[in-house]
């Protein structure tokens, strides 16, 4: 499965983005899709997950309430919309998923398939 992530860009504190990450060779129903950014010298972090059906998502403290993953599963894309964004929010996002179905992921390693990743730079 490859993974394509797109919609990142340099916007100003309190403007939205859009992220799509849009999948080919297989079929994204059934696997848990999330998003994760990575900023300059930091860890990978966790942004935001969501299960097959779409019915259960799971963000980080920090985004609650101004971003909102969701999925198309008839399109094969899963979305991050990014409200309120805050300068501490640039980083690279990266889409993940897992190889096998029905699974439940409860790290980072246990996503198997990453895309390329797409820039998101919010000034102050």
């Known amino acids: 499965v490859q993974l394509q992530a797109s919609g990142g860009g340099l916007v100003q504190a309190g403007d939205s983005l859009r992220l799509s990450c849009a999948a080919s060779?297989?079929?994204?129903?059934?696997?848990?899709m999330a998003w994760f950014r990575q900023a300059p010298g930091k860890e990978r972090e966790f942004v935001a997950a969501?299960?097959?059906?779409?019915?259960?998502?799971d963000y980080r403290d920090s985004v609650k309430g101004r971003f909102t993953i969701s999925r198309d599963n008839a399109k094969n894309t899963v979305y991050l919309q990014m409200n309120s964004l805050k300068p501490e929010d640039t980083a690279v996002y990266y889409c993940?998923?897992?190889?096998?179905?029905?699974?439940?992921?409860?790290?980072?390693?246990?996503?198997?398939?990453w895309g390329q990743g797409t820039q998101v730079t919010v000034s102050s």
């Open positions: 993940a998923t897992q190889a096998s179905r029905f699974g439940r992921p409860s790290s980072r390693y246990e996503y198997d398939y």
């Open positions: 969501i299960s097959w059906s779409g019915s259960s998502t």
């Open positions: 060779g297989r079929t994204l129903s059934g696997y848990y």
